[in-house]
Each structure stands twice: as C-alpha cells, then as structure tokens.
C-alpha cells in the first residue's frame, strides 16, 4: 500500500508539473522529473519508516539514508527520461503522451530498485545512530 501510494504521489506531482509547465519552458518533463522526485522522497521516507519498516528516532540519518537511495535513480531518471521520450515520440503516434509514458515507465522500475535499497540500506536494522552490527 505504501509503495502504491508513494508512486502515485510522486507520478500526479511530475504528471501536474509536466501539464502545468509544458506550455512555459522547453523539455519541462525533464524539470517536474527533478522538482517531483525531491519532494516525493519525503513523502516516500515517513510512508516507509511509519509503516513499512517501523522504526524509531534516527529520523535525519534514515532520511539522508533515503536520499541516497532515491539520488541514483533520479540520477539515471533524468538522463533516461528524454531518451525515452525521444523514442516514443519517433516511434509511437503518442506525441503528447510520451513524457506521461515514460515517467511512468520509470517509475514503475523505480518502486522495485527503491524497495530493495530502503530495506537493505535506509531503515536496515542496525543502520540506527550509533549502533554496531555483529560482523
């Protein structure tokens, strides 16, 4: 539940940003892209640490933790995302389409890698401030 409602946040923030600025500023999928993932990594983070993962305190360490893992993919989002929607738009009649396409396209590849990099790194037990794990 926490992971659908995180990717329909951060989807409807880039699909009303795209919407909203299209009309002002070339290429401004790649812009809501940047603007709605920073914003949704903090929604994302209290979904996960409240009811996913279930952890106290250390609230700035697993928050920082979060952005590490969200970077690579905003990272590797903004660089793919104009190459796809480049290829939808040369090969798809879905021209005004293909920024929503393709940012779901990713964000559905995102959820995956997220999960994976939230359990294992941003609330993995022992992670907690000061805390050593048995080698």
């Known amino acids: 539940m926490v992971g659908a409602w995180n990717t329909l946040f951060s989807f409807l923030c880039y699909a009303g940003l795209t919407a909203l600025l299209t009309p002002l500023i070339p290429h401004a999928y790649?812009?809501?892209?940047?603007?709605?993932?920073?914003?949704?990594?903090?929604?994302?983070?209290f979904g996960y640490k409240w009811f996913v993962f279930k952890t106290k305190?250390?609230?700035?360490?697993?928050?920082?933790?979060?952005?590490?893992?969200y970077?690579?993919?905003?990272?590797?989002?903004?660089?793919?995302?104009?190459?796809?929607?480049?290829s939808l738009r040369a090969t798809t009649p879905w021209y005004a389409a293909a920024p929503y396409i393709a940012g779901a396209v990713?964000?559905?590849?995102?959820?995956?890698?997220?999960?994976?990099?939230h359990k294992n790194f941003s609330f993995?037990?022992?992670k907690e401030a000061g805390v050593k794990t048995a080698q």
């Open 30 to 45: 790649i812009f809501a892209s940047v603007v709605s993932s920073l914003l949704s990594i903090t929604v994302s983070f």
């Open 57 to 69: 305190g250390n609230y700035l360490g697993e928050w920082f933790r979060c952005v590490v893992v």
């Open 71 to 86: 970077a690579g993919g905003i990272i590797v989002g903004t660089v793919a995302l104009p190459v796809l929607v480049w």
């Open 106 to 117: 990713l964000a559905a590849l995102g959820v995956i890698v997220s999960f994976f990099g």
């Open 124 to 126: 993995a037990p022992g």
